[in-house]
Structures are given as C-alpha cells and as structure tokens.
C-alpha cells in the first residue's frame, strides 16, 4: 500500500497499522489482526487471585497444624474454610490445601474427642 500525504503509521505492540485518509474516508491496513490475550478474557487467570489462593492453602496447612497441638476450637474451623476457599479458587498448591483441609478436620475430630472423653475441651501432658 502506497502511503499518501494524509496517512499515518503507528507501531503498535502486535505489529504496523497504516491509516491513510482520503476525504471523509479512513482505510486501515493491519499487518496482525488485533486479538485479546487469553489472560484478559478468563478472570480466574489473574495472577493476583492465584496468588491469594496459594497463600490460603499454606495458611490452611500451617493453622491446621498448629491447631493439633493448641487451640483447635479456633483454628480448625479456620483452616478449613481457607482450604475450601482456596481449592475453590484452583489454587496451584493444591496438595498443600487438601493437607490443610485433612488438618482442619483433624482438629475438629481431636476436639471432639476430648469433649467426649473429659468433658472440657482444655488438654495436657500429665496428671
């Protein structure tokens, strides 16, 4: 295409479009058609949102963890809704969220052991 006085071109970052204009009319001519990046169409591909969902696996992992050996009331319940919400997400971690959901309920099952067998939910190592 033969450029004009009134065309223009512009660098684009997918390639050269040519605008020529002849009166009232604009011609475009693109070397690559302009298409979106797959990560703009689907919104569960941000990367700010897989991020999140990794980090509410290990918390789950690391809270059920914790939540064996001190306050399970609390931290079980916690680290299972973290662990669902992060699967839920498609988090990349999601081993670590499954051993925080086991975890979690680990916790609830500990506690309900020690309801049942002492009445209290309060444990400890001796007599």
Do not use: H, K, Y
Not at 52 to 78: H, K, R, S, T
């Amino acid at each position: 295409m033969q450029l004009t006085a009134g065309a223009r071109t512009a660098r684009t970052a997918r390639g050269t479009r040519t605008e020529s204009t002849a009166g009232d009319v604009t011609v475009r001519n693109a070397t690559r058609p302009e298409t979106r990046p797959e990560s703009e169409t689907r919104p569960e591909a941000q990367p700010g949102t897989r991020r999140d969902a990794d980090g509410m696996a290990v918390a789950a992992f690391v809270l059920g963890l914790v939540g064996l050996l001190v306050m399970n009331i609390v931290l079980g319940p916690i680290a299972v809704v973290l662990a669902a919400i992060a699967l839920w997400r498609g988090t990349t971690r999601r081993f670590r969220a499954l051993l925080g959901l086991a975890l979690g309920l680990a916790d609830l099952a500990v506690l309900a052991v020690l309801v049942t067998v002492n009445g209290t939910v309060v444990w400890g190592f001796g007599g």
